[in-house]
C-alpha cells in the first residue's frame, strides 16, 4: 500500500532558482505579542511597559527579536519554499528597534540554490511604513523532499 499525501508541499530543490522572492506586510498588533509573552513566560519590561520602557534608550515598548524571527520563520514555511521546509540556518541583523503596531514589509528572495547540499539561501529585508530599513536576514533552507516508501501491513 502506498502512502498518499493529500497537503501540498512547498517548492523542491528542482523547482527554486536564484531570483524568485516574495513580499508579505505584517503588522504587530497587541495580541502577537501578548500570545508570545503568555506562551513564552518572557517578563522583559522592555516588549510591554510603557512606564518602563519609557526610560530607556528606546522610549516605547518594542517588539521582541524572536518574535521577527518567528514571522520570516513562518513566511518560510508557507510561501517560499513552503510546507515541508526546514530552517537550518538563520542569522539575523536588527537595524534598528521596532514598535509596536508598526506594519513590516518583508521582502524574500533566493540568492543561492545549492543541489549538492540540497540549501537553498534566502536574504530578508523588513522596512517600516516609512520604507527605513529595519532589519536583514539570511535562512539557509532545506526544500521538502518526500520520499516514496512502501508501508507493509503485518497481520497477525
Do not use: C, W
Not at 56 to 79: A, D, F, N, Q
Amino acid at each position: 500500500m502506498m502512502l498518499n499525501f493529500t497537503n501540498k508541499i512547498g517548492k523542491t530543490i528542482n523547482e527554486l532558482a536564484e531570483g524568485q522572492s516574495i513580499s508579505m506586510t505584517e503588522t504587530i498588533e497587541d495580541q502577537q505579542l501578548l500570545l508570545y509573552l503568555g506562551l513564552t513566560n518572557d517578563a522583559n519590561p522592555l516588549f510591554i511597559q510603557h512606564d518602563f520602557s519609557r526610560h530607556t534608550e528606546y522610549e516605547r515598548p518594542i517588539v521582541p527579536t524572536v518574535m521577527l524571527m518567528g514571522i520570516i520563520s513562518s513566511t518560510v514555511s508557507k510561501h517560499l519554499p513552503g510546507p515541508g521546509s526546514n530552517i537550518v540556518n538563520f542569522s539575523f541583523n536588527l537595524v534598528q528597534p521596532i514598535y509596536h503596531y508598526e506594519t513590516l514589509t518583508f521582502h524574500f528572495e533566493v540568492i543561492k540554490v545549492d543541489k549538492m547540499k540540497d540549501v537553498v539561501t534566502i536574504s530578508i529585508e523588513a522596512h517600516n511604513y516609512n520604507e527605513q530599513r529595519v532589519l536583514d536576514s539570511v535562512v539557509m533552507v532545506r526544500p521538502p523532499q518526500l520520499i516514496e516508501e512502501e508501508v507493509t501491513e503485518f497481520n497477525e
